[in-house]
């Protein structure tokens, strides 16, 4: 046996006895960045690499200035007429490192989602922000000495939202378009590029609005027939976009509120097979009138509604969890499976109105009958309650971001404003398994719809059978919900052997916008559960 050889089991030993005593439940934590000088409060990988954070513009200094001589000047901010504190930044994924960039209008509680060209789009927030558009095209951050080119937000002067929207969900539609969905006070949806019609009301939300609100940040998932699932409250209907009507009336889900401020949460499971089914969970949430009462030790929910958005008749599915939970992120794994994380066990959403964080994550192992799908996870050390975000990394980590249930930033108050970024790691990238992670040596960057074509592989140990290749979408996290958040199995060939531990597999691309709208998707290679680092691949008509 070789030195290294050596020298690396042992390594690898005294790890496996190292998460052996530190960590019994599966997964791990590590903290990747001690001070990014904001709380995220919404937080979007882009396909270059870095990962957009964005807070709020009227809540004082941060503790991140701006680069020399770049100060906001606002005569109409509450707090810093001129404010030379950044409010967003640009966390760079190799480096680790935090660039602050300059976001002039307010974002709080604001919606986004990347359009075709890999462009975030970011609509809406509050008082100068109420109706404003801004755009973020990445860059590659490693171009040393030039500053003044790297990228940045541009707030978008000759066009601006028909209403304002404060609390709405975007999501982006098979032309490549973004629809934008309803908001405080505005039960009605708009699209970017503008559409002639402007505002369209949309009188659902105003029906599931309650004396708590419970409609903001509705679960937006588009189906793979085209139409929108839209659930606000504890009621979902199927929606049709382009005639703005209502398709199907799904029925009540059980268990209380589960929108804002009730901070449940909701993914679409992943699309696979011929794409004509899709399924949608929604899980925890607060007990109706904890928002509306204050009642910061009202014990959450703990159940979960499953439902085939597609089907001729669509029942929910209940499920309990094995935490209550409110202000869960649910992250679809490449893998298919779900992890919800972050939060708290009791109260609601809003400023200073949750106890009882909680730390352990969960697996939703979709595939599992029902009583065997969860399975509880590592706990971390941070609580991550109001304010908070979870994204799905391209290298198969789960980005953990802010929590700030104060008003401005508070380091003295029961749950600090958190600077700390972490990561969580699933068990399917433990060094045990690192035989199994495919490694891709050939994929195009660039897929028509429909289109058939090659991705190639390495694996360390056999592969019989299939070897998946499921594509991400870079969704917007914020508010415990994923705006755009979709994951695509696409359908594939048996891993052929070509030469040692090298595979080919035949993949076709999704066959429309409907399964997958337009854009830069992370596409991983997905061997016996164990998911290869993502490549991005640029999906285009
Ligand atoms: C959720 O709420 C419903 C209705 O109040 C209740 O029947 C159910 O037991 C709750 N489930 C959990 C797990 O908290």
Redesign the pocket.
């Known amino acids: 046996m070789s030195t290294t050889s050596r020298d690396w089991k042992l390594l690898t030993f005294i790890l496996f006895m190292f998460i052996r005593t530190h960590a019994d439940l599966p997964g791990s934590w590590e903290l990747l960045v001690p001070d990014a000088g904001i709380a995220s409060m919404h937080t979007a990988v882009t396909h270059t690499n870095t990962v957009i954070l964005l807070d709020r513009t009227n809540i004082g200094p941060s503790r991140k200035l701006l680069p020399p001589h770049r100060c906001r000047h606002d005569p109409n901010d509450p707090v810093l007429k001129v404010d030379c504190y950044a409010h967003s930044a640009l966390l760079d994924l190799t480096t680790n490192s935090i660039r602050p960039l300059m976001i002039l209008t307010d974002t709080w509680c604001s919606s986004g989602q990347f359009l075709p060209d890999g462009t975030l789009l970011s609509t809406g927030g509050d008082l100068d922000g109420f109706t404003k558009i801004r755009k973020f095209t990445p860059c590659t951050e490693s171009t040393p000495n030039s500053a003044s080119s790297l990228c940045d937000w541009q707030e978008l002067e000759d066009i601006q939202l028909s209403q304002g929207r404060w609390y709405a969900t975007n999501q982006i539609l098979p032309d490549g378009s973004i629809i934008i969905i309803g908001g405080r006070a505005s039960p009605s949806v708009e699209f970017y590029p503008p559409r002639k019609t402007g505002a369209v009301n949309f009188p659902f939300l105003n029906e599931v609005e309650d004396n708590q609100m419970d409609n903001l940040y509705p679960y937006v998932h588009l189906l793979p027939n085209g139409h929108l699932f839209i659930f606000a409250n504890n009621k979902a209907v199927m929606y049709d976009y382009n005639s703005h009507s209502i398709v199907k009336n799904y029925p009540v889900l059980?268990?209380?509120p589960r929108s804002y401020p009730s901070a449940g949460s909701s993914a679409m499971l992943a699309l696979a097979g011929d794409y004509s089914s899709a399924t949608v969970v929604v899980c925890g949430?607060a007990?109706?009138g904890a928002y509306l009462h204050r009642t910061t030790d009202s014990?959450?929910?703990?159940?979960c509604g499953r439902i085939e958005a597609t089907g001729p008749d669509p029942v929910w599915e209940m499920e309990?969890?094995p935490f209550?939970r409110i202000m869960g992120d649910m992250v679809v794994l490449p893998t298919g499976d779900v992890v919800i994380i972050n939060g708290a066990q009791a109260g609601t959403q809003g400023f200073e109105l949750a106890s009882n964080p909680c730390l352990n994550p969960v697996l939703y192992r979709p595939d599992q009958p029902v009583g065997l799908r969860f399975m509880t996870l590592n706990p971390g050390v941070v609580p991550r309650m109001y304010h908070s975000t979870a994204n799905l990394l391209p290298d198969g980590r789960i980005l953990i971001a802010g929590s700030n249930p104060h008003y401005f930033y508070n380091f003295k108050r029961a749950f600090p404003t958190e600077l700390r970024i972490e990561s969580f790691s699933p068990e399917y990238l433990s060094a045990d398994k690192a035989n199994l992670r495919p490694v891709f040596v050939e994929l195009p960057e660039k897929v028509a719809y429909g289109a058939a074509f090659d991705a190639v592989v390495t694996v360390e140990l056999p592969v019989v059978g299939v070897v998946e290749v499921n594509m991400a979408s870079a969704p917007f996290a914020t508010h415990s919900f994923s705006q755009g958040q979709r994951l695509v199995k696409l359908s594939v060939t048996s891993a052929i052997p070509e030469g040692p531990g090298r595979y080919r597999i035949g993949c076709v691309a999704p066959p429309d916008g409907r399964v997958a709208p337009p854009g830069y998707y992370m596409v991983f290679a997905v061997n016996q559960g164990v998911p290869s680092i993502a490549q991005w691949v640029h999906l285009a008509s």
């Open positions: 059980e268990g209380g949430g007990k109706y014990p959450a929910n703990g159940s309990d969890m209550a």
